[in-house]
């Protein structure tokens, strides 16, 4: 099978492409921006949303939905956020069309909305405004709240999960009676969506506070995470946002306490969105397909039988029978690949593009050695094994998998953060070796900008760990007490 498939060496960009297209997780849609994700990517999708979906209820938080449309004048009552989001809106400014006379649809210029309508981006100002009628005391909080949805932001260079006009997430959005309870709240999801990305997705995490320049409109804290891709560039793969009371004061939503008195609620917002599957793909992935993770394969084990007789097949179909029944009793998911239209070969080729975990393959000389061929798809390495204790043995080897993709992924990341303690460091490693760039920084906004304008690298973050350190801005030589990662991102 011809994979056409661009090397990573020759054009990284391209190979994403390529590989998204060609493994068939998802196309470019007729809209513009737009895409199609197809089952085999929404499969995956869905994995991630059943393990999330699971987290957030297991720390208290319940689903609901609201409106894909708010309001325009929602937004000009809180000026950070509607600043942040200004460029990116999508705006509805009528509700009809009609013919012309001439067999052509136009807008119905009657049917102006008397105010304008925005396409969610994202969903801070419609939720606070319903809040208002939620809350009047303590007793009505803490409000635990996610929502599942779309959003819309009108990119004008789109790529493939990555960045496109529209895209999935989730998003969580909680009141609370007090600040120190909602920077917890921040913290713990924080973590969550940290614990998931790297025991799920097998993508180590550096978990860190944004700086003032790059922290989420609207808010007083923002928190992330951020991955390491293999050609160098940084992923922010979640936030968690301490949104303090600018929300709650901007839609007049006050509580009144235990104490009697008449206060704003204190608010967080947090979420991740199909951006995961890019760092899914872009972490492990090869040039010979996907690599994926076995906790969230949609296929973890595929079987091919390779047969010549339709006594060789049954025979092999009633040992598949039962290896399966064994497998699925383990709750690992099982394909088993009896196609007549194509060839064994054909098969290997098209699961190793698909980066199903582990495939078995039997034959007829394999059922009289009582043994089968198993292959993995991390290490591209083959085994002959017996049937005896397969069930167990794979059960073993998808966990050695999921483990194996993760520490080389953590090897890599590690490889690539770079201490360095001067400008012209900085820009030598950012061109050569890349990865993350660990340097003092003088805290500035300026600083921050200048930077950024000169290499085109930002500041991912504070990590949460950095240690006190005396020393200097690499870019001002102003006094500095924490190192900080910069890293050319996506």
């Not at 894909?68 to 009809?96: D, M, N, Q, W």
């Not at 593009?353 to 061929?373: C, F």
Request: hydrophobic share 40%; glycine share 6%.
């Amino acid at each position: 099978m011809g994979k056409g498939i661009t090397s990573r060496a020759e054009d990284y960009s391209q190979w994403y492409n390529d590989l998204v297209i060609k493994a068939d997780l998802a196309e470019y849609a007729a809209v513009r921006g737009c895409m199609v994700i197809k089952p085999y990517g929404y499969a995956i999708w869905e994995r991630m949303q059943a393990v999330l979906d699971k987290k957030f209820k297991d720390t208290g938080h319940s689903n609901a939905y609201f409106p894909l449309f708010i309001p325009k004048s929602f937004f000009s009552k809180e000026a950070s956020h509607v600043e942040g989001f200004a460029t990116e809106c999508a705006v509805v400014t009528h509700y009809r069309l009609k013919n012309d006379g001439h067999g052509n649809i136009i807008v119905d210029e009657d049917a102006k909305l008397e105010e304008e309508l925005i396409v969610r981006p994202t969903s801070e100002t419609i939720i606070w405004n319903t809040y208002r009628g939620w809350i009047e005391s303590y007793r009505d909080l803490p409000i635990l709240v996610n929502q599942w949805a779309n959003v819309v932001r009108w990119e004008m260079r789109t790529r493939l999960f990555l960045r496109t006009t529209e895209f999935l997430w989730q998003e969580g959005h909680t009141a609370h009676a007090t600040q120190e309870e909602a920077i917890e709240e921040t913290e713990k999801m924080l973590h969550v969506y940290g614990d998931f990305v790297e025991n799920y997705l097998g993508v180590p995490v550096i978990r860190g506070r944004k700086t003032e320049n790059e922290r989420f409109a609207g808010a007083i804290d923002t928190y992330c995470i951020e991955a390491l891709m293999q050609d160098g560039k940084a992923l922010q793969a979640g936030t968690s946002h301490f949104l303090g009371q600018n929300f709650a004061k901007a839609f007049d939503v006050k509580f009144t306490s235990r104490e009697g008195k008449l206060e704003h609620v204190w608010a967080t917002s947090w979420g991740v969105s199909t951006r995961l599957m890019g760092a899914l793909v872009m972490a492990h992935s090869d040039d010979q397909g996907l690599v994926l993770p076995p906790m969230l394969a949609p296929i973890q084990v595929v079987i091919v039988p390779i047969f010549k007789t339709e006594e060789e097949k049954q025979a092999i179909d009633t040992f598949i029978d039962a290896l399966s029944t064994e497998l699925k009793g383990k709750n690992i998911s099982v394909k088993y690949d009896d196609r007549d239209t194509q060839r064994p070969g054909y098969k290997f080729a098209e699961w190793e593009l698909k980066g199903v975990p582990l495939r078995v393959a039997i034959g007829a000389r394999d059922m009289q050695n009582g043994t089968v061929e198993l292959a993995r798809r991390d290490t591209q390495t083959k085994e002959t094994v017996e049937q005896v204790g397969l069930g167990n043995r794979i059960e073993g080897l998808l966990t050695e998998i999921q483990e194996n993709i993760f520490q080389k992924a953590l090897n890599y990341r590690d490889s690539h953060i770079t201490e360095v303690n001067s400008y012209e460091e900085f820009k030598e490693v950012l061109e050569t070796k890349a990865g993350f760039i660990s340097c003092h920084w003088d805290g500035t906004v300026e600083t921050e900008k200048r930077i950024k304008e000169e290499t085109k690298a930002t500041i991912r973050c504070i990590p949460l760990d950095a240690k006190e350190e005396e020393g200097i801005c690499i870019f001002t030589g102003k006094a500095s007490t924490k190192r900080v990662l910069f890293a050319k991102a996506y």
